[in-house]
């Protein structure tokens, strides 16, 4: 399993703007610049930011992104799943008529997967970015 790029660009972004005042608006170019993203990959990855209600855009002069909930709401996982989807460590587990040997009764490598999935979102959705700024 593998985070994607556009993910790890996320957090980033998402982490900036947690450290900014309440509801200051940051321009794409400054957070592009201070994160070390390129601007063409953040402006892909805001828009499913925006989409999960995590993060907020303003147009015109003055214009650029704010956060959309305080960052003690947001946690890793939430990024996460707005910029990859669900959450999902093998398909089995997206739907269960994937699974060759019928499901998890059957199946005792599903219902592993399974408890690592669950202690891995866990894990994910301990770390808000409310901790990761401070």
Known sequence: MNINQATDYGFRAVLHLSEQAKGEVVEAQAIAQS??????????????LIK??????QRGVGGGYTLAKEP???TLLDVIEAVEGPFHLNRCLIDESFCSKNG????KVHQALEDIQQRLMQDFRSYTFAELRD
């Open 35 to 48: 994160q070390s993203i390129p601007m063409r990959f953040l402006l892909k990855i805001m828009p499913s």
């Open 52 to 57: 999960a209600g995590i993060v907020r855009s």
């Open 72 to 74: 003690g709401e947001i």
């Open 104 to 107: 998890p009764p059957h199946c």
